[in-house]
């Protein structure tokens, strides 16, 4: 039977789509390549914590968005307006809490706050998992960061460092891998699992005991269960008596993947939505102006895909929706939509990698209506039954701006509530 | 400031792997020595040249005196520096495009003049060994090419001269060169010299100094009031992220451009360019030298031209251009030894330059030999026969280190999955090496070199350094003596003779800051890609972007403005040649 909405790309914008589209009586249903982004991020939902070219964190967002278009006119958030935007967190906010994976924001509610990262350098963000929001760094309460001999993706003793040199009270300790696991070369995800059994749980919570310090708030590495990790994180801080906060660490990141988890979970499971990965669109076909079907590679054989409607979620060129060639070329690789790029390669990169503005090349990417739909040059339609939701935007640099969540977020919003069928 | 003063027989100006060549050899024959070098070993030319222990081969028909000298020192090579080299072998292959022409019958002719060993195979039989080459070669021969590590050769030889008694400096620049006028006329007796991480400036005294600052030393001369005329040849070679093939593969053709693939550990080189350039630190990368090597790599391998390429770097040759009969010459003129006593009346300084990394023994054997004739006769030179790791015999071959990594335990977590480097490891090249920025680290154990270029490394070498400087190490540093990084060594391997010369870190430097080593390396690595950021590599880019930007926040550490003796030279030679300018 084919679905109202084939829906491309199961990174957070993708998948949130679904969810939209069921929750509207739509019957969608999601193919990708494999999952996106969220399983490197932070988990967070970043939504604008830089302006282009200014140091200082952006501690409004939504103030700070006319500023933004100043700049970046054509940014997806001209395109969906502040209102959208705000409905669509405080959507994914009560969708977490109903997820029994709750997310919240800092101190005020219409700011960002800043999270400490890996580094003890501050990142602006909107909204964090409940775990993660202890570690806010504009709260008093000195740091205790801990880390794991023999853990290759956390190192305490910089963290804490670094936070000292920003005017906090930080220090740091070790503790023993072995507590969690007897293996070596762990990744965080395995270490998560690891902690998902209340034994090591517990474990874990009477080794730290004795080493927090009355009025300390405690950071540990996010590798507080995986499936079991709310429980995992209630019972150290019953435990403990302290705050206890997690700091996402190197890819694979555990707080993406619950969050992928949990909702693919909702929408496979509560929703009927089927999410197929492995499938890699290879062509389409399209008349008059709307595209009839799209075509996969799979382990198997090709698959053809009818839809009355295509919302692309592919993800920019960290996900795999645009790429290019050594000539300087760069596409949209699902409808060959018209890319905005420099054309001259020459013109791609800054000399520094950390320039405050960014990279002229990743901030290339589609033009959209207000719709979401694709539009050429001329600010024409494209394909009238197309979507484009996520990273995927001209004049927008999401992991520069740190809006890659808000982006999607938004972006999805407007996609699906935007569809109508005949 | 009072001024320091050291005292040596020899001095030596560059780290490169002529200079360590000298050193070796001089210290072996009981000079007394010290090295200077302005930034780490191998920083130059030798840490970014194309990796090929050349058998002689390119050179038989154009220039037969180099043939000569580099199949004598590839034989000698394989036997004092076994672990740098990996006995690939060599094919000159003949593409259709040269099918015409009457190279590959002067190639034989030359190979046996020369005493190239060189035997003619069926191209089925190549095919067999290299699948992946071009199916359409006519002839193919095989000659004895070999992979060679740089950075290995020049701290495996740097480390046997330490052993010999000699001093090593890194990160000290000579700034100036001190004459007297004796009797005869002027004399260099001193060199000036900048300690860029210790900011202070030392006198050393010599009886001589060798310039051996390759594409620098005409620079180095120049303090002396001597004339020497360098034009610095920028080549550019690109990493694939595969091994393609096994053996080195050579256009049987007139040496030009992009006509070898050099196998390297887990990829393949290929190579490579000479352009001229004003400035020897000019390393930028052209859009069309890019260009040119994909398209000569796919008449090799077809293919090629939609292989993954990691990385693209250049390096310079010290082109010495003659002075008119005017000097006593090169030995052979495949490199310049010049006394500028003889020369241009000045004593106590000898330049050697020019030459290939192969024959780096040959130069430094007849540098040392001219310095003994001016300072007084020594022991005979001793480098021919004298293995640099006597512990170690045997030949590089690509699963070593995965062998030593899982043979040996102790060594800890996997800190650069790419190039299986351990916490073990890395702990133990910052106790030994003198480390100022992750760089150098890349040069002694190879980290951030694969595919993910630092993404996931960079941020845990920082970590791992941090403990180390905060007394949180996992390595007990007892563990060093026994096993030096330099040379992979595992535990098991005990080498013969302990480490007893001074180790020179700088872990207490004020530079080290991790904050400044995650910044400048990610800027080294970020110099790198921006040639070849297209399909599956500017998608590993924008991984690294979202580690680096997204997660770590790296672009708002503390301490933004603190910079290292290299902080700038990473900006500076970080762009494509049409200056990145933002378009809107
Ligand atoms: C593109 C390219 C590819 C090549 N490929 C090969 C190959 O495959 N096989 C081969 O055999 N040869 C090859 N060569 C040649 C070979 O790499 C060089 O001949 C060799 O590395 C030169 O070594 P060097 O020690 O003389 O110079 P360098 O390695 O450049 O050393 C000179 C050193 O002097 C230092 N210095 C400069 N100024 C000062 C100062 N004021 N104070 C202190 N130190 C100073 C520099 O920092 C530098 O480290 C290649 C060369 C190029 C350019």
Redesign the pocket.
């Known amino acids: 039977m084919p679905s109202d909405l084939l829906i491309i790309g199961a990174g957070l914008a993708g998948l949130m789509a679904g969810i939209h589209a069921a929750q509207q009586g739509l019957r969608p249903r999601i193919i990708a390549t494999g999952f996106g982004a969220t399983h490197w991020t932070a988990g967070t939902i970043d939504v604008l914590g830089y302006l282009p070219g200014d140091p200082e964190p952006v501690h409004h967002p939504f103030q700070a968005v006319p500023q933004l278009l100043a700049q970046r006119p054509q940014h997806p958030y001209g395109l969906v307006g502040v209102p959208a935007l705000r409905r669509a967190l405080q959507h994914f906010q009560e969708l977490t809490t109903t997820l029994g994976l709750p997310y919240g924001g800092g101190r005020n509610p219409h700011t960002n706050f800043l999270l400490p990262s890996p580094l003890g350098a501050p990142r602006p963000t909107f909204l964090a998992p409940v775990a993660q929001r202890a570690g806010d760094m504009t709260r008093e309460e000195p740091y205790l960061i801990v880390g794991f001999r023999g853990m290759r993706d956390f190192y305490p003793t910089l963290m804490a460092e670094n936070l000292t040199r920003q005017g906090h009270e930080a220090r740091a300790i070790f503790l023993p891998l072995d507590l969690i696991t007897p293996q070596q070369d762990n990744t965080p995800l395995h270490l998560a699992r690891a902690l998902d059994r209340e034994a090591v749980a517990m474990r874990l919570a009477q080794a730290l005991k004795s080493h927090i310090q009355p009025g300390e708030r405690v950071g540990l590495p996010a590798i507080l269960g995986l499936e079991r990790h709310q429980q995992v994180w209630g019972l150290m801080q019953e435990i403990l008596a302290a705050p206890i906060f997690e700091i996402p660490t190197l890819p694979p990141s555990v707080p993406g993947i619950r969050l992928t988890r949990a909702l693919r979970r909702h929408l496979e499971r509560d929703l009927q939505v089927p999410v197929d990965l492995g499938m890699t669109v290879m062509d389409f076909h399209a008349q008059a102006a709307r595209v009839q079907w799209v075509r996969t590679r799979a382990s198997a054989r090709p698959l053809k895909h009818r839809a009355q409607a295509f919302l692309l979620a592919t993800g920019g060129f960290l996900g795999g929706g645009f790429t290019s060639d050594t000539r300087g070329r760069a596409w949209e690789t699902v409808f060959h939509l018209p890319l905005t790029i420099p054309q001259d390669r020459g013109q791609w990169f800054r000399p520094d990698f950390l320039a405050a503005e960014g990279h002229p090349i990743f901030r290339g990417g589609l033009r959209a209506d207000a719709e979401m739909r694709p539009v050429d040059t001329t600010g024409r339609v494209v394909y009238e039954n197309v979507r484009l939701a996520g990273d995927l935007f001209t004049d927008s640099d999401p992991l520069a701006e740190r809006s890659l969540e808000g982006v999607a977020l938004a972006t999805a919003w407007v996609a699906v509530h935007g569809l109508k069928f005949a | 400031m009072p001024m320091r003063n050291l005292h040596t027989e020899i001095l030596v100006?560059?780290?490169?792997?002529?200079?360590?060549?000298v050193a070796w050899d001089a210290a072996l024959r009981g000079f007394d020595v010290i090295l200077?070098?302005?930034?780490d070993?191998?920083?130059?030319?030798?840490?970014?040249?194309?990796?090929?222990?050349?058998s002689g081969g390119r050179y038989v028909v154009k220039d037969p005196v180099s043939a000569r000298e580099?199949i004598h020192e590839n034989r000698i090579l394989r036997h004092t520096h076994a672990p740098c080299i990996e006995d690939t072998g060599g094919f000159f292959v003949v593409t259709p495009e040269d099918a015409q022409s009457d190279y590959p019958d002067r190639f034989v002719q030359a190979c046996a003049q020369t005493g190239v060993p060189c035997e003619e195979i069926p191209p089925a039989q190549a095919l067999r060994e290299e699948p992946r080459l071009n199916p359409a070669i006519s002839r193919v021969f095989r000659v004895p090419d070999a992979s060679?590590d740089?950075f290995q050769l020049v701290h495996l030889t740097a480390q046997a001269a330490r052993e010999a008694g000699a001093r090593i400096f890194t990160y000290?620049?000579?700034?100036d060169l001190v004459l007297t006028q004796d009797g005869g006329g002027p004399r260099v007796v001193a060199a000036r010299?900048h300690d860029t991480v210790g900011d202070e400036t030392l006198l050393i005294h010599a009886d001589l100094i060798i310039n051996?600052?390759?594409?620098?030393?005409g620079?180095?001369a120049g303090m002396a009031g001597c004339q020497v005329e360098i034009v610095p040849?920028?080549?550019?070679?690109m990493a694939t992220a595969h091994r393609l093939v096994n053996t080195v593969i050579n256009r049987c053709k007139w040496p030009s451009d992009g006509d070898?693939l050099?196998p390297a550990h887990t990829v393949s080189i290929i190579?490579?360019?000479?352009t001229p350039v004003a400035d020897p630190e000019d390393l930028r990368i052209e859009a069309w030298e890019v260009a040119k090597m994909m398209e000569e790599g796919e008449k090799l391998i077809p293919g090629f031209r939609h292989a993954r390429i990691l990385r693209a770097w250049?390096?310079?040759?010290?082109l010495y251009k003659a002075k008119e009969a005017a000097s006593d010459r090169d030995i052979s003129r495949q490199f310049a030894l010049l006394n500028h006593r003889t020369r241009d009346g000045v004593a106590g300084l000898i330049t050697?330059?020019?030459?290939?990394?192969?024959?780096?023994r040959l130069m430094a054997e007849k540098t040392v030999d001219l310095a003994a004739q001016e300072l007084g006769p020594r022991r005979a030179c001793a480098t021919a026969s004298t293995p640099v790791a006597p512990s170690q015999k045997d030949l590089y071959w690509l699963g070593h280190r995965l062998r030593e990594v899982e043979d040996h335990h102790l060594q800890h977590e996997l800190i650069c999955e790419c190039e299986l480097v351990t916490r073990g490891m890395l702990e133990q090249a910052v106790r030994n090496n003198p480390t100022v920025t992750l760089d150098d680290l890349r040069r002694d154990v190879r980290l951030g070199m694969g595919p993910c270029q630092g993404g996931f490394c960079t941020y845990r070498a920082v970590g791992v350094i941090h403990e180390l400087q905060t007394g949180e190490g996992l390595v007990p540093d007892t563990e060093n003596a026994p096993w030096q990084v330099d040379r992979l060594t595992s535990p098991g391997q005990t080498p013969s003779s302990p480490t007893s010369f001074p180790r020179q870190a700088h872990t207490t430097s004020p530079l080290y800051n991790p904050n400044l080593l995650l910044r400048d390396f990610l800027q080294e690595r970020w110099k790198g890609v921006i040639p070849i950021l297209w399909g599956q590599q500017l998608k590993q880019e924008q991984l690294d972007r979202l580690i680096y930007l997204t997660l770590l926040n790296a672009d708002h550490l503390p301490d933004p403005h603190l910079k290292s003796p290299l902080t700038d030279f990473y900006h500076a030679t970080a762009s494509l040649a049409t200056p990145s300018s933002d378009p809107d």
């Open positions: 100006i560059g780290g490169g792997v002529t200079g360590v060549g200077v070098e302005r930034r070993l191998a920083h130059g030319t030798s840490g970014r040249f194309h990796g090929l222990l050349h580099c060679i740089g000290h620049s000579v700034q010299v051996a600052a390759g594409a620098w030393s620079r180095i040849g920028k080549g550019i070679m070898i050099v190579g490579t360019t000479d250049a390096g310079v040759r010290p050697i330059t020019g030459g290939k990394l192969t024959t780096f």
